[in-house]
């Protein structure tokens, strides 16, 4: 049986969801607190865990950038009533793998569960240990990235968008494709997430060299190419 951690304050959203998910056979924990959650996701008997933001004790994004620092594949689901861009941007960047803003309909979580979980669970292909375009190379192992020899900082995300530009290079990307391959989700039109990263990834990678690497294609996306 699949097990659950919610991590969830508010009692009746919590019992909400714990009932809701026992009837489709998952095993549910619940957590009142960031301090008791916190200690529940590190024992490592989890499968998933969906927390809110604003919690007593330890907040969302502080226990789950704790988590995803312990166990670097734990799949995390943030549910929260704070719904603005930077508010994504935040909770992705703390380690979240997706983001439900309330209120939500039952299904629409359990939709986002069995995306977390078939993706956690899908066999892992030899991959190779570095990519390279044009003067940008990254580490896949050491997550070291590097544009003409000077290494660039990236969070986990920017990371894992860089790496899918890199691997599909000189395609054109919609903003559903890469919400789906590099967040897991599905493309808000009501948000620009996206957008944000992207943007995030350009002041980084192509703001100080003359041959810009990523482009933006007015109606359908991204691409990533030199020139």
Known sequence: MIRILVIEDEARVGMLIRRGLEEQGYEVTLARDGDAGLKLA???????????????????????????????????????ALGTTDDKVEGFDAGADDYLVKPFDLRELLVRIRALLKRNTQPVQAAPAKLKYADLEMNLQTKIVTRGG???????????????????HERVLSRTEIAENVWDTHFDTGTNFIDVYINYL???????????????????GFIFKAG
């Open 42 to 80: 590190l024992t490592g008997e989890f499968e998933l865990v969906i927390t809110d933001i604003i919690l007593p004790g330890t907040d969302g994004l502080v226990l789950s950038r704790s988590i995803r620092n312990a166990l670097p594949n734990m799949p995390i689901l943030m549910l929260t």
């Open 202 to 220: 350009r002041k980084k990678v192509d703001k100080e060299f003359s041959v810009k690497l990523i482009h933006t294609k007015p109606g359908m």
């Open 150 to 168: 000077k290494e660039i900082n990236l969070t986990p995300k920017e990371f894992r968008l860089l790496e899918y530009m890199m691997q599909h």
